[in-house]
């Protein structure tokens, strides 16, 4: 069935025909989209690349955007020269060009500005993270931030790995 859709043994066209796209959304002839699940009114801009994620109803990809193995919720969008990477993103939260969103959940209806920082890696301990009331290790060194609901988060600002942003905040 897959070669059928693909029309061919390309690898690419196969993981294009992985895909499942709704109805009434618009995808750039230069985008690039691969074993994912796109919602329906979802617009992808020029030369973005969306892999093996799942985009809901309503998103916006910008151009030169790069989502990856990431949930996007209803109306989420990613800002031009975006990056999310094993990301959530909640319903209508908006990530703008940075150095990345790695293994980060950012809030429902949540903002980050261009150039927001979040730290991803630790190369010493184990990356520590709150539970009942108290730090304690996540068992990863590897683990990005979360951002709380209806947070919003100014340029230049630059989170730690493992660090949680309350519900409702403004950091500047």
Not at 37 to 57: F, L, T
Not at 99 to 108: D, S
Not at 126 to 149: D, N, P, T, W
Request: aromatic share 10%.
């Amino acid at each position: 069935w897959f070669l059928l859709r693909a029309r061919s043994l390309s690898k690419w066209k196969l993981a294009r025909a992985l895909s499942v796209i709704g109805k009434g959304g618009t995808i750039h002839p230069t985008a690039v989209v691969e074993a994912s699940v796109i919602g329906k009114g979802v617009e992808i801009g020029p030369y973005a690349v969306v892999r093996g994620s799942n985009v809901g109803d309503g998103c916006k990809i910008e151009e030169h955007t790069t989502v990856n193995a990431s949930v996007l919720g209803k109306g989420a969008k990613v800002g031009r020269f975006g990056m999310a990477n094993l990301s959530v993103l909640y319903s209508g939260a908006f990530v703008g060009a940075a150095n990345g969103y790695q293994a980060t959940i950012i809030g429902r209806d949540a903002f980050l500005a261009w150039s927001v920082t979040v730290f991803d890696l630790s190369f010493g301990e184990h990356i520590k993270v709150a539970h009942r009331g108290e730090r304690v290790s996540s068992g990863s060194f590897f683990l990005g931030a979360a951002v709380g609901h209806r947070s919003r988060i100014g340029a230049q600002v630059s989170l730690g790995y493992g660090t949680e942003v309350p519900n409702d905040s403004f950091l500047v």
